[in-house]
Every structure is written in C-alpha cells, then in structure tokens.
C-alpha cells in the first residue's frame, strides 16, 4: 500500500467514524439518559462531556411501569404486527402464485389492477377507511388496526416476481406425480420461495411495527393501542419527564434493534430489493 | 379424478380464484373500495354526527380547501420539505453508499450503523430529536452549536421558530431514513459491472471521470427510484408534525396529511378530509408518472 492509498483509506475512516458518531448520539443520549434522574437529563443533555449519568438507577424503567400499561402496549404491537405478517404472508403469496402459475380468466387484467393499487399510499384512503370502519363498527379493537392490512399490493408483487423466476421444472415434476396446486405450493414453491417471505415480512413488519396514523386514528383505549401511539400519549402526558421517556423508549427499540442484529442480512437484502422495482 | 377429468380447466380455474380469492377480497374492500369512496365523498357534504342531508356538492370541497390559508400552508410546507429532504437525503445516501462500499474493514458494521435508524419507529424518533432540540443552553444542538461557534451562537427554541422548526424536522427525517436510500444505492453500486471501471483505467481516467462517466449514468434509474420514494415521503409527512410541532408555531409545519386528520376526526369533516387526500393522491400519482416517464427515457437513449 503506498502514501496516497494510505491517506485515502485514512479519509475514508475519517469521514465515516465523524458521521458515524452523527448518527449515534441521539441514541446514545436516550440510552444513558434513561438511567439519569429526571432533573439530570435536560440539564445535561447540552453537555456532551457530561452525557454519562453521575450514578445509574433503574428508577425511570419502573416509573414507566407505574405510570403506563407498557407490557399492554408491548403486548398489542407485537400481536397486532405478528398478525398482519402472518397473515399477509399467507394471503398474498397464494396470491401472487395464482397470477404467476394458474391459469384463469381474468388474471391479467386483475394483476394490472393490483400492481396499479400498488401506488396507492395508506393515507390516500386512510380518511374514507375511517369512515367505513366506523360504519362497521370496528373502532378501538384490535381487527381494525390487524385485517385492513393483510391483503397488500406491494407484498403480492414482490412475491409474483420471486416466483416468475423460480425453474418450473421442480412444480412439473411434482404435478407428473399427481400433486395438486395446494401441494405443490406448499411443498415444493414455497420452501424455495424463503428469500422472498423473509423479504415481505421485515418490509410489512417494519411499516406496521412504527405505524402511527391509523392506529391515532381508530383507537382510544390503552386496551388496543400499540406502542408509537404509546409513547406519543405518554410524551404528552404530564408531567413531563424525560427520563421516563428515554426508558420507554430504550424498551420500545430493544426488541426490533435485536431483531435487526440477528436477521441483518435479510433486513439489508429485503430493502434492496424494493429499489429492483423501479 | 374422473368427475373433474371432464373439465380441468374449469376446475383449475376455480381453484386459482379460491388461491387469489382473500387477498383480492382485502384489496378490494380495504383499498379499492375507500379510494373510490374517497374520490366520491370528495364532492359530498358528509360530516360525522351532522344533521343536514347528505348532498351532492360538486367542486365546492375543492374550492374551500384551496382558499384555505392552513391547506395552502401545508402544500407549501410538504413542497419545501422535499426540496430540503430529497436532495440532502439522496446526496447524503449515495455518500455513505459509495463510502461503505469501498473495500475496507469494518464497512459491515458502519452499514448497520446508517441502517439502524430504519429500524427506530417514527414516533420514537421524533419524541427523542425534541430533546435534541431542545430550547436554550440545554438543547443538544445548540450546545453543539455553541461549542463549534466558539460561544456566538445564540440559542434558539428551534421547535417553535416559524423558520426552523421545519428545516428541524427535516434533520429529523433524513436522520431516520437515509439509512434505507443508501441501501438501495449499495445494491445498485454493487451490481455496476467491474469491466466498466477497468476499461475507463485503461483509458487513463482518474477516479472522479469514473464516478461521473460510469457510477453516475449507471446508477441512475437507481438515483430516480430514491428521489421518487423520498419525495413521495414528504408528501406524507404526518407523525413529526404530530408529536413535534402540531402543525406549528402558525402553520409552519402543518403538512397535507396533518390537515386531513384534523378535518376527519378533529371536526369530523369526512368530506373535506377526502378532498384533502384525492389532492395528495394526485401529488403522488403525478411524481410517481414523472419517474416513469424520466426513466423511460434513459432506456430509449440506451
């Protein structure tokens, strides 16, 4: 390696290690600013010396037990998210089989429908959404924020596209055998479909997981609310301690940053996929 | 086997519908249906718990949302707030794109790093920036700020400052999502051809004639996809407004979707709401025919 290499690669690290540092000290504020007293943590969150708590106290973890249903929302989020996933794997991967490899009339033109329902945002409808489940009667459960959003454009066209390329010599094969569509799809197209359901379920997780408007706009009982609505209320909830915000928030993140860590690559690798759709 | 073996087709046909059937269902009452409904309500009169008729309007939905002085506002906003994000946001993702890129040790762990912030929730996200934020000596930012300016600076409540609290939002969000744009940027780097890069050594062209004649033309459907998908994001723009201004300090930050949830559920008018969101929908359909009419484009001159 000569001089100028060397000072390149030096540059690089520079560059990297100052933004690094950028994007780290929110969190790092949060993490040891939920161990600080409340008093402590606005006089010194200015002080970048002073970030770390004189002393740790795990106080502001029970006050946030004491004050709010955490483990309720926790609970909520978690099984509302599980179902949409789930669900949405099920349904919208039958789906996309049917408009890759079945055969029935109408199918083209309903997939043109589908993939121009695609660039439809929730909050295009979310208003007469609200309207149409208040008709139904479905405010403040837990339906309301789960089926809505199994069935998904988005999550059908990844999966047509997976399956468009997957050989069909493993489905002849199984249907020379006497294997009907069910069969087939559940025993030879989606054991090898598994890049593709990893991909839908981090993308659809990660959108239902932080929802926020839909759920502000349809529930309003600490019963059925799930976790962003959760901190929203309790920023708001007098009085205001921030110590007991950052708590709420270190145990909020804890779950999904674990997540993150153990399926990293499917994470990177699903989000690089929805720029293949262009 | 036999019963059916008269009509295969019509049998396979039957069933590839039961295969299609719950999604289509879904997508047909959940999005098809409220979007038509949406389209619909739009020229109605329709409020929550009104008693007056319910009637036919015409364009008078439109015309009120766009004599008013918030809507306007928030157009405005969500329009500046993509100029400031989009390009920032994708300049800043293609950096840390080509930065992460290159190959040197320790590039995974600086990826996960950018990255992390996808995974936050935007309503935690925006819940943490108010302390960084935060007004007077105490904000982070201003100490910062304070520290590099040798003392000048004066502090300043960012939040509630008609002219920084969106410029602070924008932070907000380009901090949250850059993280995702430089993903797919890596991707598309990733898959530029190394011959390319060879032959334009060969050819004596140094590092920068590489990144403007080769990375650049080659990234760019990638580049068109990240702008339309962070433009289309600012034009939904809805929980940092919620949690972090509320619209304001005097509309300054009010954005489309902030105005329509208030119509629909603040005062109950589901029909002004619906108006506000056919308008967002047209935004968002128009960028969304942009990007493919611009990368079209690309392919015919290719």
Redesign the interface.
Known sequence: MNGKQRIR?LS??L??TT??FM?????V??LL?SFKPDDQ???Q????GSLLPAEFSWFNYQDVFARVPFARYLFNSAFISFCIVAGGLL??S??A???AR????G?DW?LL??VA?M???L??????????V?LLGWRDTYWVQI?????N?FS?YLFYSFFLSLPRELEEAARIDGA???RI?FRIVAPNAKPVFATVAILSF?TQ??A??WP??VTHSEAVRP???G??TF?SLPPLQ?GD??AF?VM??TP??L???LF?RW??QG??T????? | MTSAGHQPGNQNARLAWLFALPALLGLLIFVLLPFVLSVILSFTNLRLGSPLPLEFMGFSQYQRIFTDQAFLAALRNNSLFALIVVPLQTGLALLLALLVNQPLRGMVLFRSLFFMPVVFPLSLVAVVWILVFAPGPQGLLNQVLETITLGTWQPRDFLHDPAWALPAISLTSIWQGVGFQMVILLAALQGIAHELYEAARVDGANRWQQFVCITLPQLRNAIIFVVLVTTILAFRLFDQVQIMTQGGPNNATTTVMYEAVNSAFGSQQVARAAAMTVVFFTIVLLITLLQRAVSRHERVIE
């Not at chain 1, 909050?123 to 149409?132: D, M, Q, S, T």
């Open positions: 690669m690089v690290y560059v990297l933004l690094a994007f780290l000290v929110p969190v504020m949060m600013g943590v606005l006089v969150a200015g002080r970048l349904v919208n039958l789906a089989y049917a408009f079945l055969q029935w009339p199918r309903v429908v589908v329902l660039i439809i945002p909050e295009a409808i979310a208003v007469p959404l609200f309207y149409e208040t089926i809505p959003f199994i069935a454009a059908i009907g569509p069910w799809f990660l997981w932080g926020l408007l502000l706009m976790l962003p609505l901190i929203a920023y921030w915000i950052f928030g909020m993140v999904v940053l997540i993150f860590v990293q994470f990177v989000v690089a929805t720029g293949v759709k262009g």
